[in-house]
């Protein structure tokens, strides 16, 4: 069954880091860009970062620039979010997400699988 399954999740307090992943089924994985969005309730799913097929490119929106890395691991059909000096306001459900085609975009649209989410809780 090709399905995406986020973890690393939880609660955090202001100014600490997470990691959180996301394992891949779909054979087309190493030509597959990946993105991760968030959602808090009552709101529309956000943009966070995302990473090409090879990883060599790269985006994030500007609240989480410097502080959050997206990465990739091909070999092992992973993807990551480091999420560094969190804040508050990152609190979401992080979903993960991915687009049979090289390149990154912001748009939700554009993905085509996603994961269930893994919620990201940071207190201040």
């Known amino acids: 069954q090709v399905q995406l399954v986020e973890a690393g999740g939880g609660l955090v307090q202001a100014g600490g880091s997470l990691r959180l992943s996301c394992a891949a089924s779909?054979?087309?994985?190493?030509?597959?860009?990946m993105g991760w969005f968030r959602q808090v309730p009552g709101k529309e799913r956000e943009f966070v970062a995302a990473?090409?097929?090879?990883?060599?490119?790269?985006d994030y929106t500007d609240s989480v620039k410097g502080r959050f890395t997206i990465s990739r691991d091909n070999a092992k059909n992973t993807v990551y979010l480091q999420m560094n000096s969190l804040k508050p306001e990152d609190t979401a459900v992080y979903y993960c997400?991915?687009?049979?085609?090289?390149?990154?975009?912001?748009?939700?649209?554009?993905?085509?699988?996603w994961g269930q989410g893994t919620q990201v809780t940071v207190s201040s």
């Open positions: 997400a991915e687009r049979t085609t090289y390149g990154t975009t912001r748009y939700p649209q554009a993905y085509d699988l």
């Open positions: 990473i090409s097929a090879t990883g060599g490119s790269t």
């Open positions: 779909r054979r087309t994985f190493s030509t597959d860009a």
